[in-house]
């Protein structure tokens, strides 16, 4: 059945959906507001081409749900929300630049119910003109824009020397082999950190002057593409793309636990199960990448210390620590416990 703007509204349990039209850019815009208990609804605002209006708005619907877990998994004062600019076509720098502003526009008009931060499509530069007009971008401020890469990086680590702990009775990464897939914004600072800690790092990157740089940074050894699935590793970290967990990949992975910064790293929940089945740990993607949300959120909320940022941001190794036991005891992926997790959170703030 064809999806219509009318029924995947009426389809969605979330709180709302504000949406706009620029003519200019034949563009639409939509805001949607999923759970707001925890706090104003916060989420990254997404450009892309889209054939149809409804595949944007069916984007904005799903996203802003994962938002309402993400924040509620990192226990920050923040409502699930994601915004999505649809375009229809190419657009030249002066018309992306007026959709910019016809966007934070909207962001005025909804004086602080949505606030935003980078997503796919958008950059901190865009933050940066959408914060000026707005005061409602998140990681801006006149002065400098925050990087939220590393303290993604520093989630991730404290996250595998949670799963460490829990699958092998110690965190201690060094001698520990762990293979890092994409050193960008995150996997970079990740492979640094690991190797500075004594840990056998390998690394992957479709960039191959990018997957070099690392390695002469970091004294990584670079695996292809091709090689990384043969790869007998403790820990597989992916840091690049979603969805290489997947019914074709779960049977090769030869790894004891999964755990790296990459968003919707299953394709489908099922995988998770698929994966507690191989006896594989699963760290699941919304907990374990949430650093940079959980700073750049206290940033917002206007916390300056250095020290106290990095500490919310290793509490994420006790928030795995305690999702690993559950799901060990209820023998279930921490998938599932996760989600059990989110949703008590939700419901004492309520
Ligand atoms: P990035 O674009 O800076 O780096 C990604 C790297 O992965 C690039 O070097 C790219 O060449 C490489 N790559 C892409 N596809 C690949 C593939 N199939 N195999 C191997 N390498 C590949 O991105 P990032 O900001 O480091 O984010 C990485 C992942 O973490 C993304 O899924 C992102 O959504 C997620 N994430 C990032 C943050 C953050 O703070 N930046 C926060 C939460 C989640």
Redo the contacts with the bound molecule.
């Keep these: 059945m064809e999806q219509t703007l009318e029924g995947v509204v009426r389809a969605w349990d979330g709180d709302g959906v504000f949406s706009a039209y620029d003519a200019r850019s034949e563009s639409w815009v939509f805001i949607a507001i999923h759970d707001t208990r925890l706090g104003p609804a916060s989420g990254g605002t997404r450009l892309e081409r889209y054939d149809r209006p409804v595949d944007g708005l069916i984007d904005a619907l799903r996203l802003a749900e994962g938002m309402t877990y993400k924040w509620a998994g990192a226990e920050m004062p923040y409502g699930g929300g994601k915004a999505v600019i649809a375009r229809s076509r190419s657009l030249d720098a002066d018309e992306r630049d007026a959709l910019l502003d016809f966007y934070a526009a909207r962001l005025v008009s909804l004086r602080g119910a949505f606030q935003t931060g980078v997503d796919?499509g958008t950059t901190p530069e865009d933050m940066s003109r959408i914060g000026t007009i707005s005061g409602h971008a998140v990681g801006v401020s006149p002065d400098r824009t925050e990087?939220?890469?590393p303290?993604?990086?520093l989630g991730v680590f404290v996250g595998i020397r949670a799963a460490l702990a829990h699958r092998f009775g110690s965190p201690d990464v060094a001698g520990r082999s762990i293979l890092v897939?994409?050193?960008?914004?995150?996997?970079?600072p990740l492979a640094e950190q690991l190797s500075e800690a004594g840990a056998d790092v390998r690394l992957?990157?479709?960039?191959d002057a990018?997957?070099s740089a690392a390695a002469a940074r970091t004294g990584a050894a670079v695996v292809s593409?091709d090689e990384?699935w043969s790869q007998d590793v403790d820990v597989y970290a992916?840091?690049?793309?979603?969805a290489?967990l997947n019914p074709d990949t779960i049977p090769r992975l030869r790894c004891e636990i999964v755990a790296?910064?990459?968003?919707?790293q299953l394709l489908t929940p099922r995988d998770g199960g698929a994966l507690h089945d191989r006896g594989i740990l699963y760290a699941p993607?919304y907990v374990i990448?949430?650093?940079?949300?959980i700073a750049l959120g206290r940033i917002h909320l206007g916390e300056r210390d250095e020290e106290t940022l990095l500490d919310h941001v290793r509490r994420i190794e006790g928030r795995l620590s305690e999702i690993f036991a559950e799901a060990a005891r209820a023998d279930e992926s921490p998938v599932v416990a996760a989600h059990g997790r989110a949703e008590r959170y939700l419901e004492a703030h309520d």
Excluded: K
């Excluded at 990448?289 to 949300?293: E, K, S, T």
């Design positions: 796919m990087d939220p890469g303290y993604t990086a897939q994409g050193v960008g914004d995150v996997g970079l992957v990157d479709l960039d990018v997957a593409a990384m992916p840091c690049a793309v979603g290489t790296g910064s990459a968003n919707n993607d990448n949430a650093g940079g949300a």
